[in-house]
């Protein structure tokens, strides 16, 4: 079990960050890892570890990731090891998995944010192009020449410019960890990295994270 706790080091957690984003939602798996020896996972009673440093941040973290899982039964960290120092003690959760029957470890943690900034440097463009009225205006199939002819337009329309000035886009890209270990030998046999452009809340993104990781499990064989 010990072989565990390295893996679960405790580190800055970026969630509190995420309460004050909102925008459209898109979760991707950027990696994913499997032990070559599993087949298939047959746990039978789960305890999942959300790593956080704030008790305020691990409990609703640990809360969302247990509704994730109606399989079989799952048990926060928070039940069992009240105190979050314990969530990385290797003596501390090795009682836990013996007292409870826990055959099955899946730890969440955030390990960072980016962002990206998209810039558009703007200029004149065509207004006919600013909305579908104004493309296929009358002079669309009119004008100098007859049906599709004349010069200095659109298919004979007069041509105007309206001027659209410089703007910045600015994505926020959360990368989250998710980890899956056999409780009874300690040994990691999947991995997964994914990242959610502009998360909105806590719930939502482990939502879609969830959801990622279950469809790529499910590709793989590994759950039904």
Known sequence: MKNVIPRLLLTATVI??????????????????????????????????????MESLRQPLEDRMKAQITAVPAVASYELLPDVEDQVNPDKIAEVIAAND?????????????DEVSYNPGG?????????????????Y????????????V???????????PSETRDVYTNVETNIYDATDGKLIWFGRTSTKNAGDRKELIEEVAAVVKSKLQ???LIP
């Open 16 to 53: 509190g960050m995420l309460l004050g984003l909102s925008a459209c939602k898109t979760t991707e798996l950027e990696s994913a890892w499997k032990a070559p020896e599993v087949g298939s996972i047959k746990f039978t009673k789960i305890l999942v570890i959300g790593i956080s440093p």
């Open 102 to 114: 826990i055959d099955g470890i899946v730890t969440m943690r955030m390990i960072g944010m980016n």
């Open 124 to 140: 004149y463009v065509p207004t006919y192009y600013s909305s579908f009225s104004a493309y296929y205006s009358p002079g669309y």
């Open 142 to 153: 009119s004008g100098m020449g007859g049906a599709y002819g004349g010069m200095g337009g």
């Open 155 to 165: 298919y004979g329309a007069p041509m105007s410019y309206e001027y659209v000035p």
């Open 219 to 221: 590709t793989q064989g």
